[in-house]
């Protein structure tokens, strides 16, 4: 399996090669120990402060959503932008949008809605995933630029066969408002290849709150996909994969519903290692993914006799003039294309390892009239880059990067379209020390990313700096420097880990609204300081009991206003206490977040803005496991367990269209039950 193999932190490689056996070769692993797959995980496995790789097949509590935004909360330092039951929008360290790259087996997989109904994490079920890295802040460059807050993969590693076989694992999991999943993955093969295919149905009803209310958050979601790949050796790998989905979603917190998130995908990829002793590896792959979302009024509500653009939350300037003119039975059909690739070769020394490489991404979106499609925006990009990694003695690593991307956006919403375009350097360095005499990992790195606007920014407000209208032209690009620093120690009882930043981002772009219609905005360019840290500790108290201890918290400042930086989530806090034996395992978590009183009104994001403060709460969760046999565990638990009544600071403000007003927070569930099954087979 020589040809899986990718360098990351000790650590984190020796995490990663756990979780591909663990899922990839679970059959032939009967006796797996029983910590890999009944312990149900509440807080991320810790696989280095700064690098976090899980599996996203794990059991966890809160039971998911249908999509990858709301699996990510187990992982310290996330939260997102909530509007019902499915779709939020991820918030990484208080940082929104194109900050945080997210990448799908390479590739990246973006919407078409100009609000971001369809966020990208929308298109992902996670337990169609085996592997979910995060790398914080701007210490890598191989994946991409601007990513100023991270970069998240969700991958699928090819299976591994010796003789014909078939392996493969399915769930299926039932909760409270008529909650349903199902989800299958099988692969089959021998040592020349395989086939691999994998599915999941998700459907739940309207959710209501610890007083009773119904909240508007219906959905119904699918996903299929095909991987066919030919390993003619131990070293070498070609792949082909396709994949389609589709399905719909109610929001309480918007004027229109999403009627359909149509997904198509396809890839190819090629890797071939070992090939000689200073060059060792070279991998290249191509993707392509279209989204074409439709998003109504009528098929999922009934619609009101007149709807305004005010109500709406949609920032597309020929929508708020439909909604502002028409009555109800409103439709809007986007898409968006999305083809791109890229080519790596790994160069080994006897103390250096050099990971370099070209990208290249080209993406169109599109909206469609009167049955006819018009395009209004393309998006270029082409990137160089190199990381070279300095194993200076068993104690010390340097590693370092840079990288080049030449970006061009065109504007053909623009009378006789417009053009611009931006060469964007980035780079970091960091060292990383291990004492020899103590369990106990330090690192420190410097990066610098410059992102260009994105979609969002340059077409969704309806103003631009010093309330301009030529916004395209006006909105400067990002340019971050931010110093990460954090410490993980490993001892026999205890284990803990600490990752802190800060950092000065020159030229933010920030979303001002007006107080007086919601959907009047202004993208300006600010200069800001982002600061926080997030942090965790396991304690093995007995044989059987287990606590584990995580805290995440973020600031920002806007320095050019003298104010907070909006959409900050507060403090958050997770205890929880474990409890195995046998087959038996069992876990309470307990969820403490702050008040958050540090808010800039009407200030905030192309989602959503501040609109209040926000008030804490704690929320008491439970679950139990049973492992049947090697192959079968059953589990169960109740999120929420006190029915308590809260809503998270991020979160879109209520919609008329419900009953709500314009300042309502959009309630999380009360107390749901859930009951789940998982086979390996």
């Not at 304690?539 to 920002?556: I, V």
Request: charged share 20%; proline share 5%.
């Amino acid at each position: 399996m020589k040809f899986l193999s990718i360098k990351r932190t000790p650590l984190a490689s020796l995490m990663l090669v756990v979780l591909v056996n663990q899922n990839t070769q679970a059959a032939d692993s009967h006796d797996q120990t029983k910590h890999d797959s009944s312990v149900i995980i509440v807080t991320a496995p810790v696989s280095s402060p700064l690098e976090v790789i899980t599996s996203p097949k794990t059991p966890r509590q809160p039971v998911p959503a249908s999509d990858g935004s709301d699996y990510l909360k187990t992982i310290p330092g996330f939260s997102q932008i909530r509007n019902g039951g499915t779709n939020g929008d991820p918030v990484f360290r208080g940082m929104f949008g194109s900050r945080l790259r997210i990448l799908t087996n390479n590739g990246e997989m973006l919407g078409a809605c100009p609000s971001r109904m369809d966020a990208p994490t929308s298109y992902i079920s996670p337990e169609n995933f085996d592997v979910l890295t995060l790398i914080k802040g701007p210490q890598t460059v191989l994946w991409g630029a601007g990513n100023s807050a991270g970069t998240l993969r969700f991958d699928r590693e090819p299976p591994h066969f010796e003789k014909p076989d078939i392996k493969g694992t399915a769930s299926a999991l039932i909760a409270s408002h008529h909650r349903r999943d199902t989800n299958l993955d099988t692969h089959f093969g021998n040592e020349n290849g395989y086939i691999r295919l994998t599915g999941n149905k998700s459907r739940s009803d309207d959710y209501r709150d610890g007083n009773g209310q119904q909240v508007p958050s219906k959905w119904d979601k699918w996903n299929g996909d095909l991987a066919t790949g030919w390993t003619p050796g131990a070293d070498t790998l070609l792949e082909l994969t396709a994949g389609k989905g589709n399905g719909e979603a109610r929001y309480a917190g918007r004027g229109m519903d999403g009627s359909q998130f149509k997904r198509d995908s396809l890839g190819i990829r090629f890797e071939q290692a070992n090939i000689g002793e200073i060059f060792d590896k070279f991998e290249a792959s191509i993707y392509y993914n279209y989204a074409n979302h439709i998003m109504d009024n009528h098929s999922l509500r009934s619609p009101t006799s007149i709807m305004s653009a005010s109500e709406s939350h949609c920032k597309c300037s020929k929508a708020k003039a439909a909604l502002a003119s028409q009555s109800a039975g409103i439709e809007m059909q986007l898409d968006r294309r999305t083809l791109g690739g890229r080519m790596m070769g790994t160069w080994l020394w006897s103390d250096y390892e050099l990971r370099s490489g070209i990208d290249l991404q080209e993406n169109t979106h599109r909206s469609k009239s009167y049955h006819n499609w018009k395009k209004d925006a393309r998006f270029q990009d082409q990137g160089v880059f190199s990381e070279l990694t300095w194993h200076n003695s068993e104690q010390n690593r340097l590693i370092s990067g840079a990288r080049l991307n030449y970006m061009q956006a065109d504007n053909y919403s623009h009378p006789g379209s417009a053009e611009r375009s931006a060469t964007l350097p980035a780079g970091f360095i960091r060292i990383e020390h291990t004492p020899s005499d103590i369990p106990v990992m330090f690192y420190t790195g410097l990066g610098y990313t410059e992102r260009f606007p994105d979609y969002w920014e340059l077409f969704s407000p309806s103003f631009g700096p010093r309330g301009t209208k030529d916004i395209f032209d006006n909105i400067s690009s990002e340019k971050t420097t931010q110093l990460d620093l954090g410490a993980q120690y490993h001892g026999e009882q205890m284990s803990g880990w600490i990752s802190a930043y800060l950092g000065r981002v020159n030229d933010f772009i920030l979303f001002r609204y007006s107080p007086s219609n919601a959907s009047v905005s202004q993208a300006d360019n600010i200069n800001a300081t982002i600061m926080g840290a997030e942090t965790g500790a396991s304690y093995q108290l007995t044989d059987s009991w287990k606590t584990d201890l995580s805290l995440a918290y973020s600031r920002g400042r806007n320095n050019s206003d003298k104010q907070p930086l909006p959409q900050i989530p507060p403090l958050e806090t997770r205890f929880a206490l474990t409890w195995e034996k046998g087959n038996w395992s069992s876990t309470g978590l307990l969820r403490v977040v702050s008040h958050q009183n540090r808010i800039a009104l009407n200030e905030g994001n192309v989602v959503g803005k501040d609109f209040s403060h926000s008030a804490g709460f704690s929320v008491f969760s439970a679950n139990a496991s049973y492992r049947i046999n090697s192959a079968v565990n059953m589990s169960t638990g109740v999120d929420n367990l006190f029915n308590k009544t809260y809503s998270e600071h991020l979160n879109l403000a209520g919609n008329s269209s419900f009953g709500y007003s314009a300042k309502t927070s959009v309630h999380e569930p009360g107390r749901a039950f859930w009951a789940k099954v998982s086979v390996i087979f």
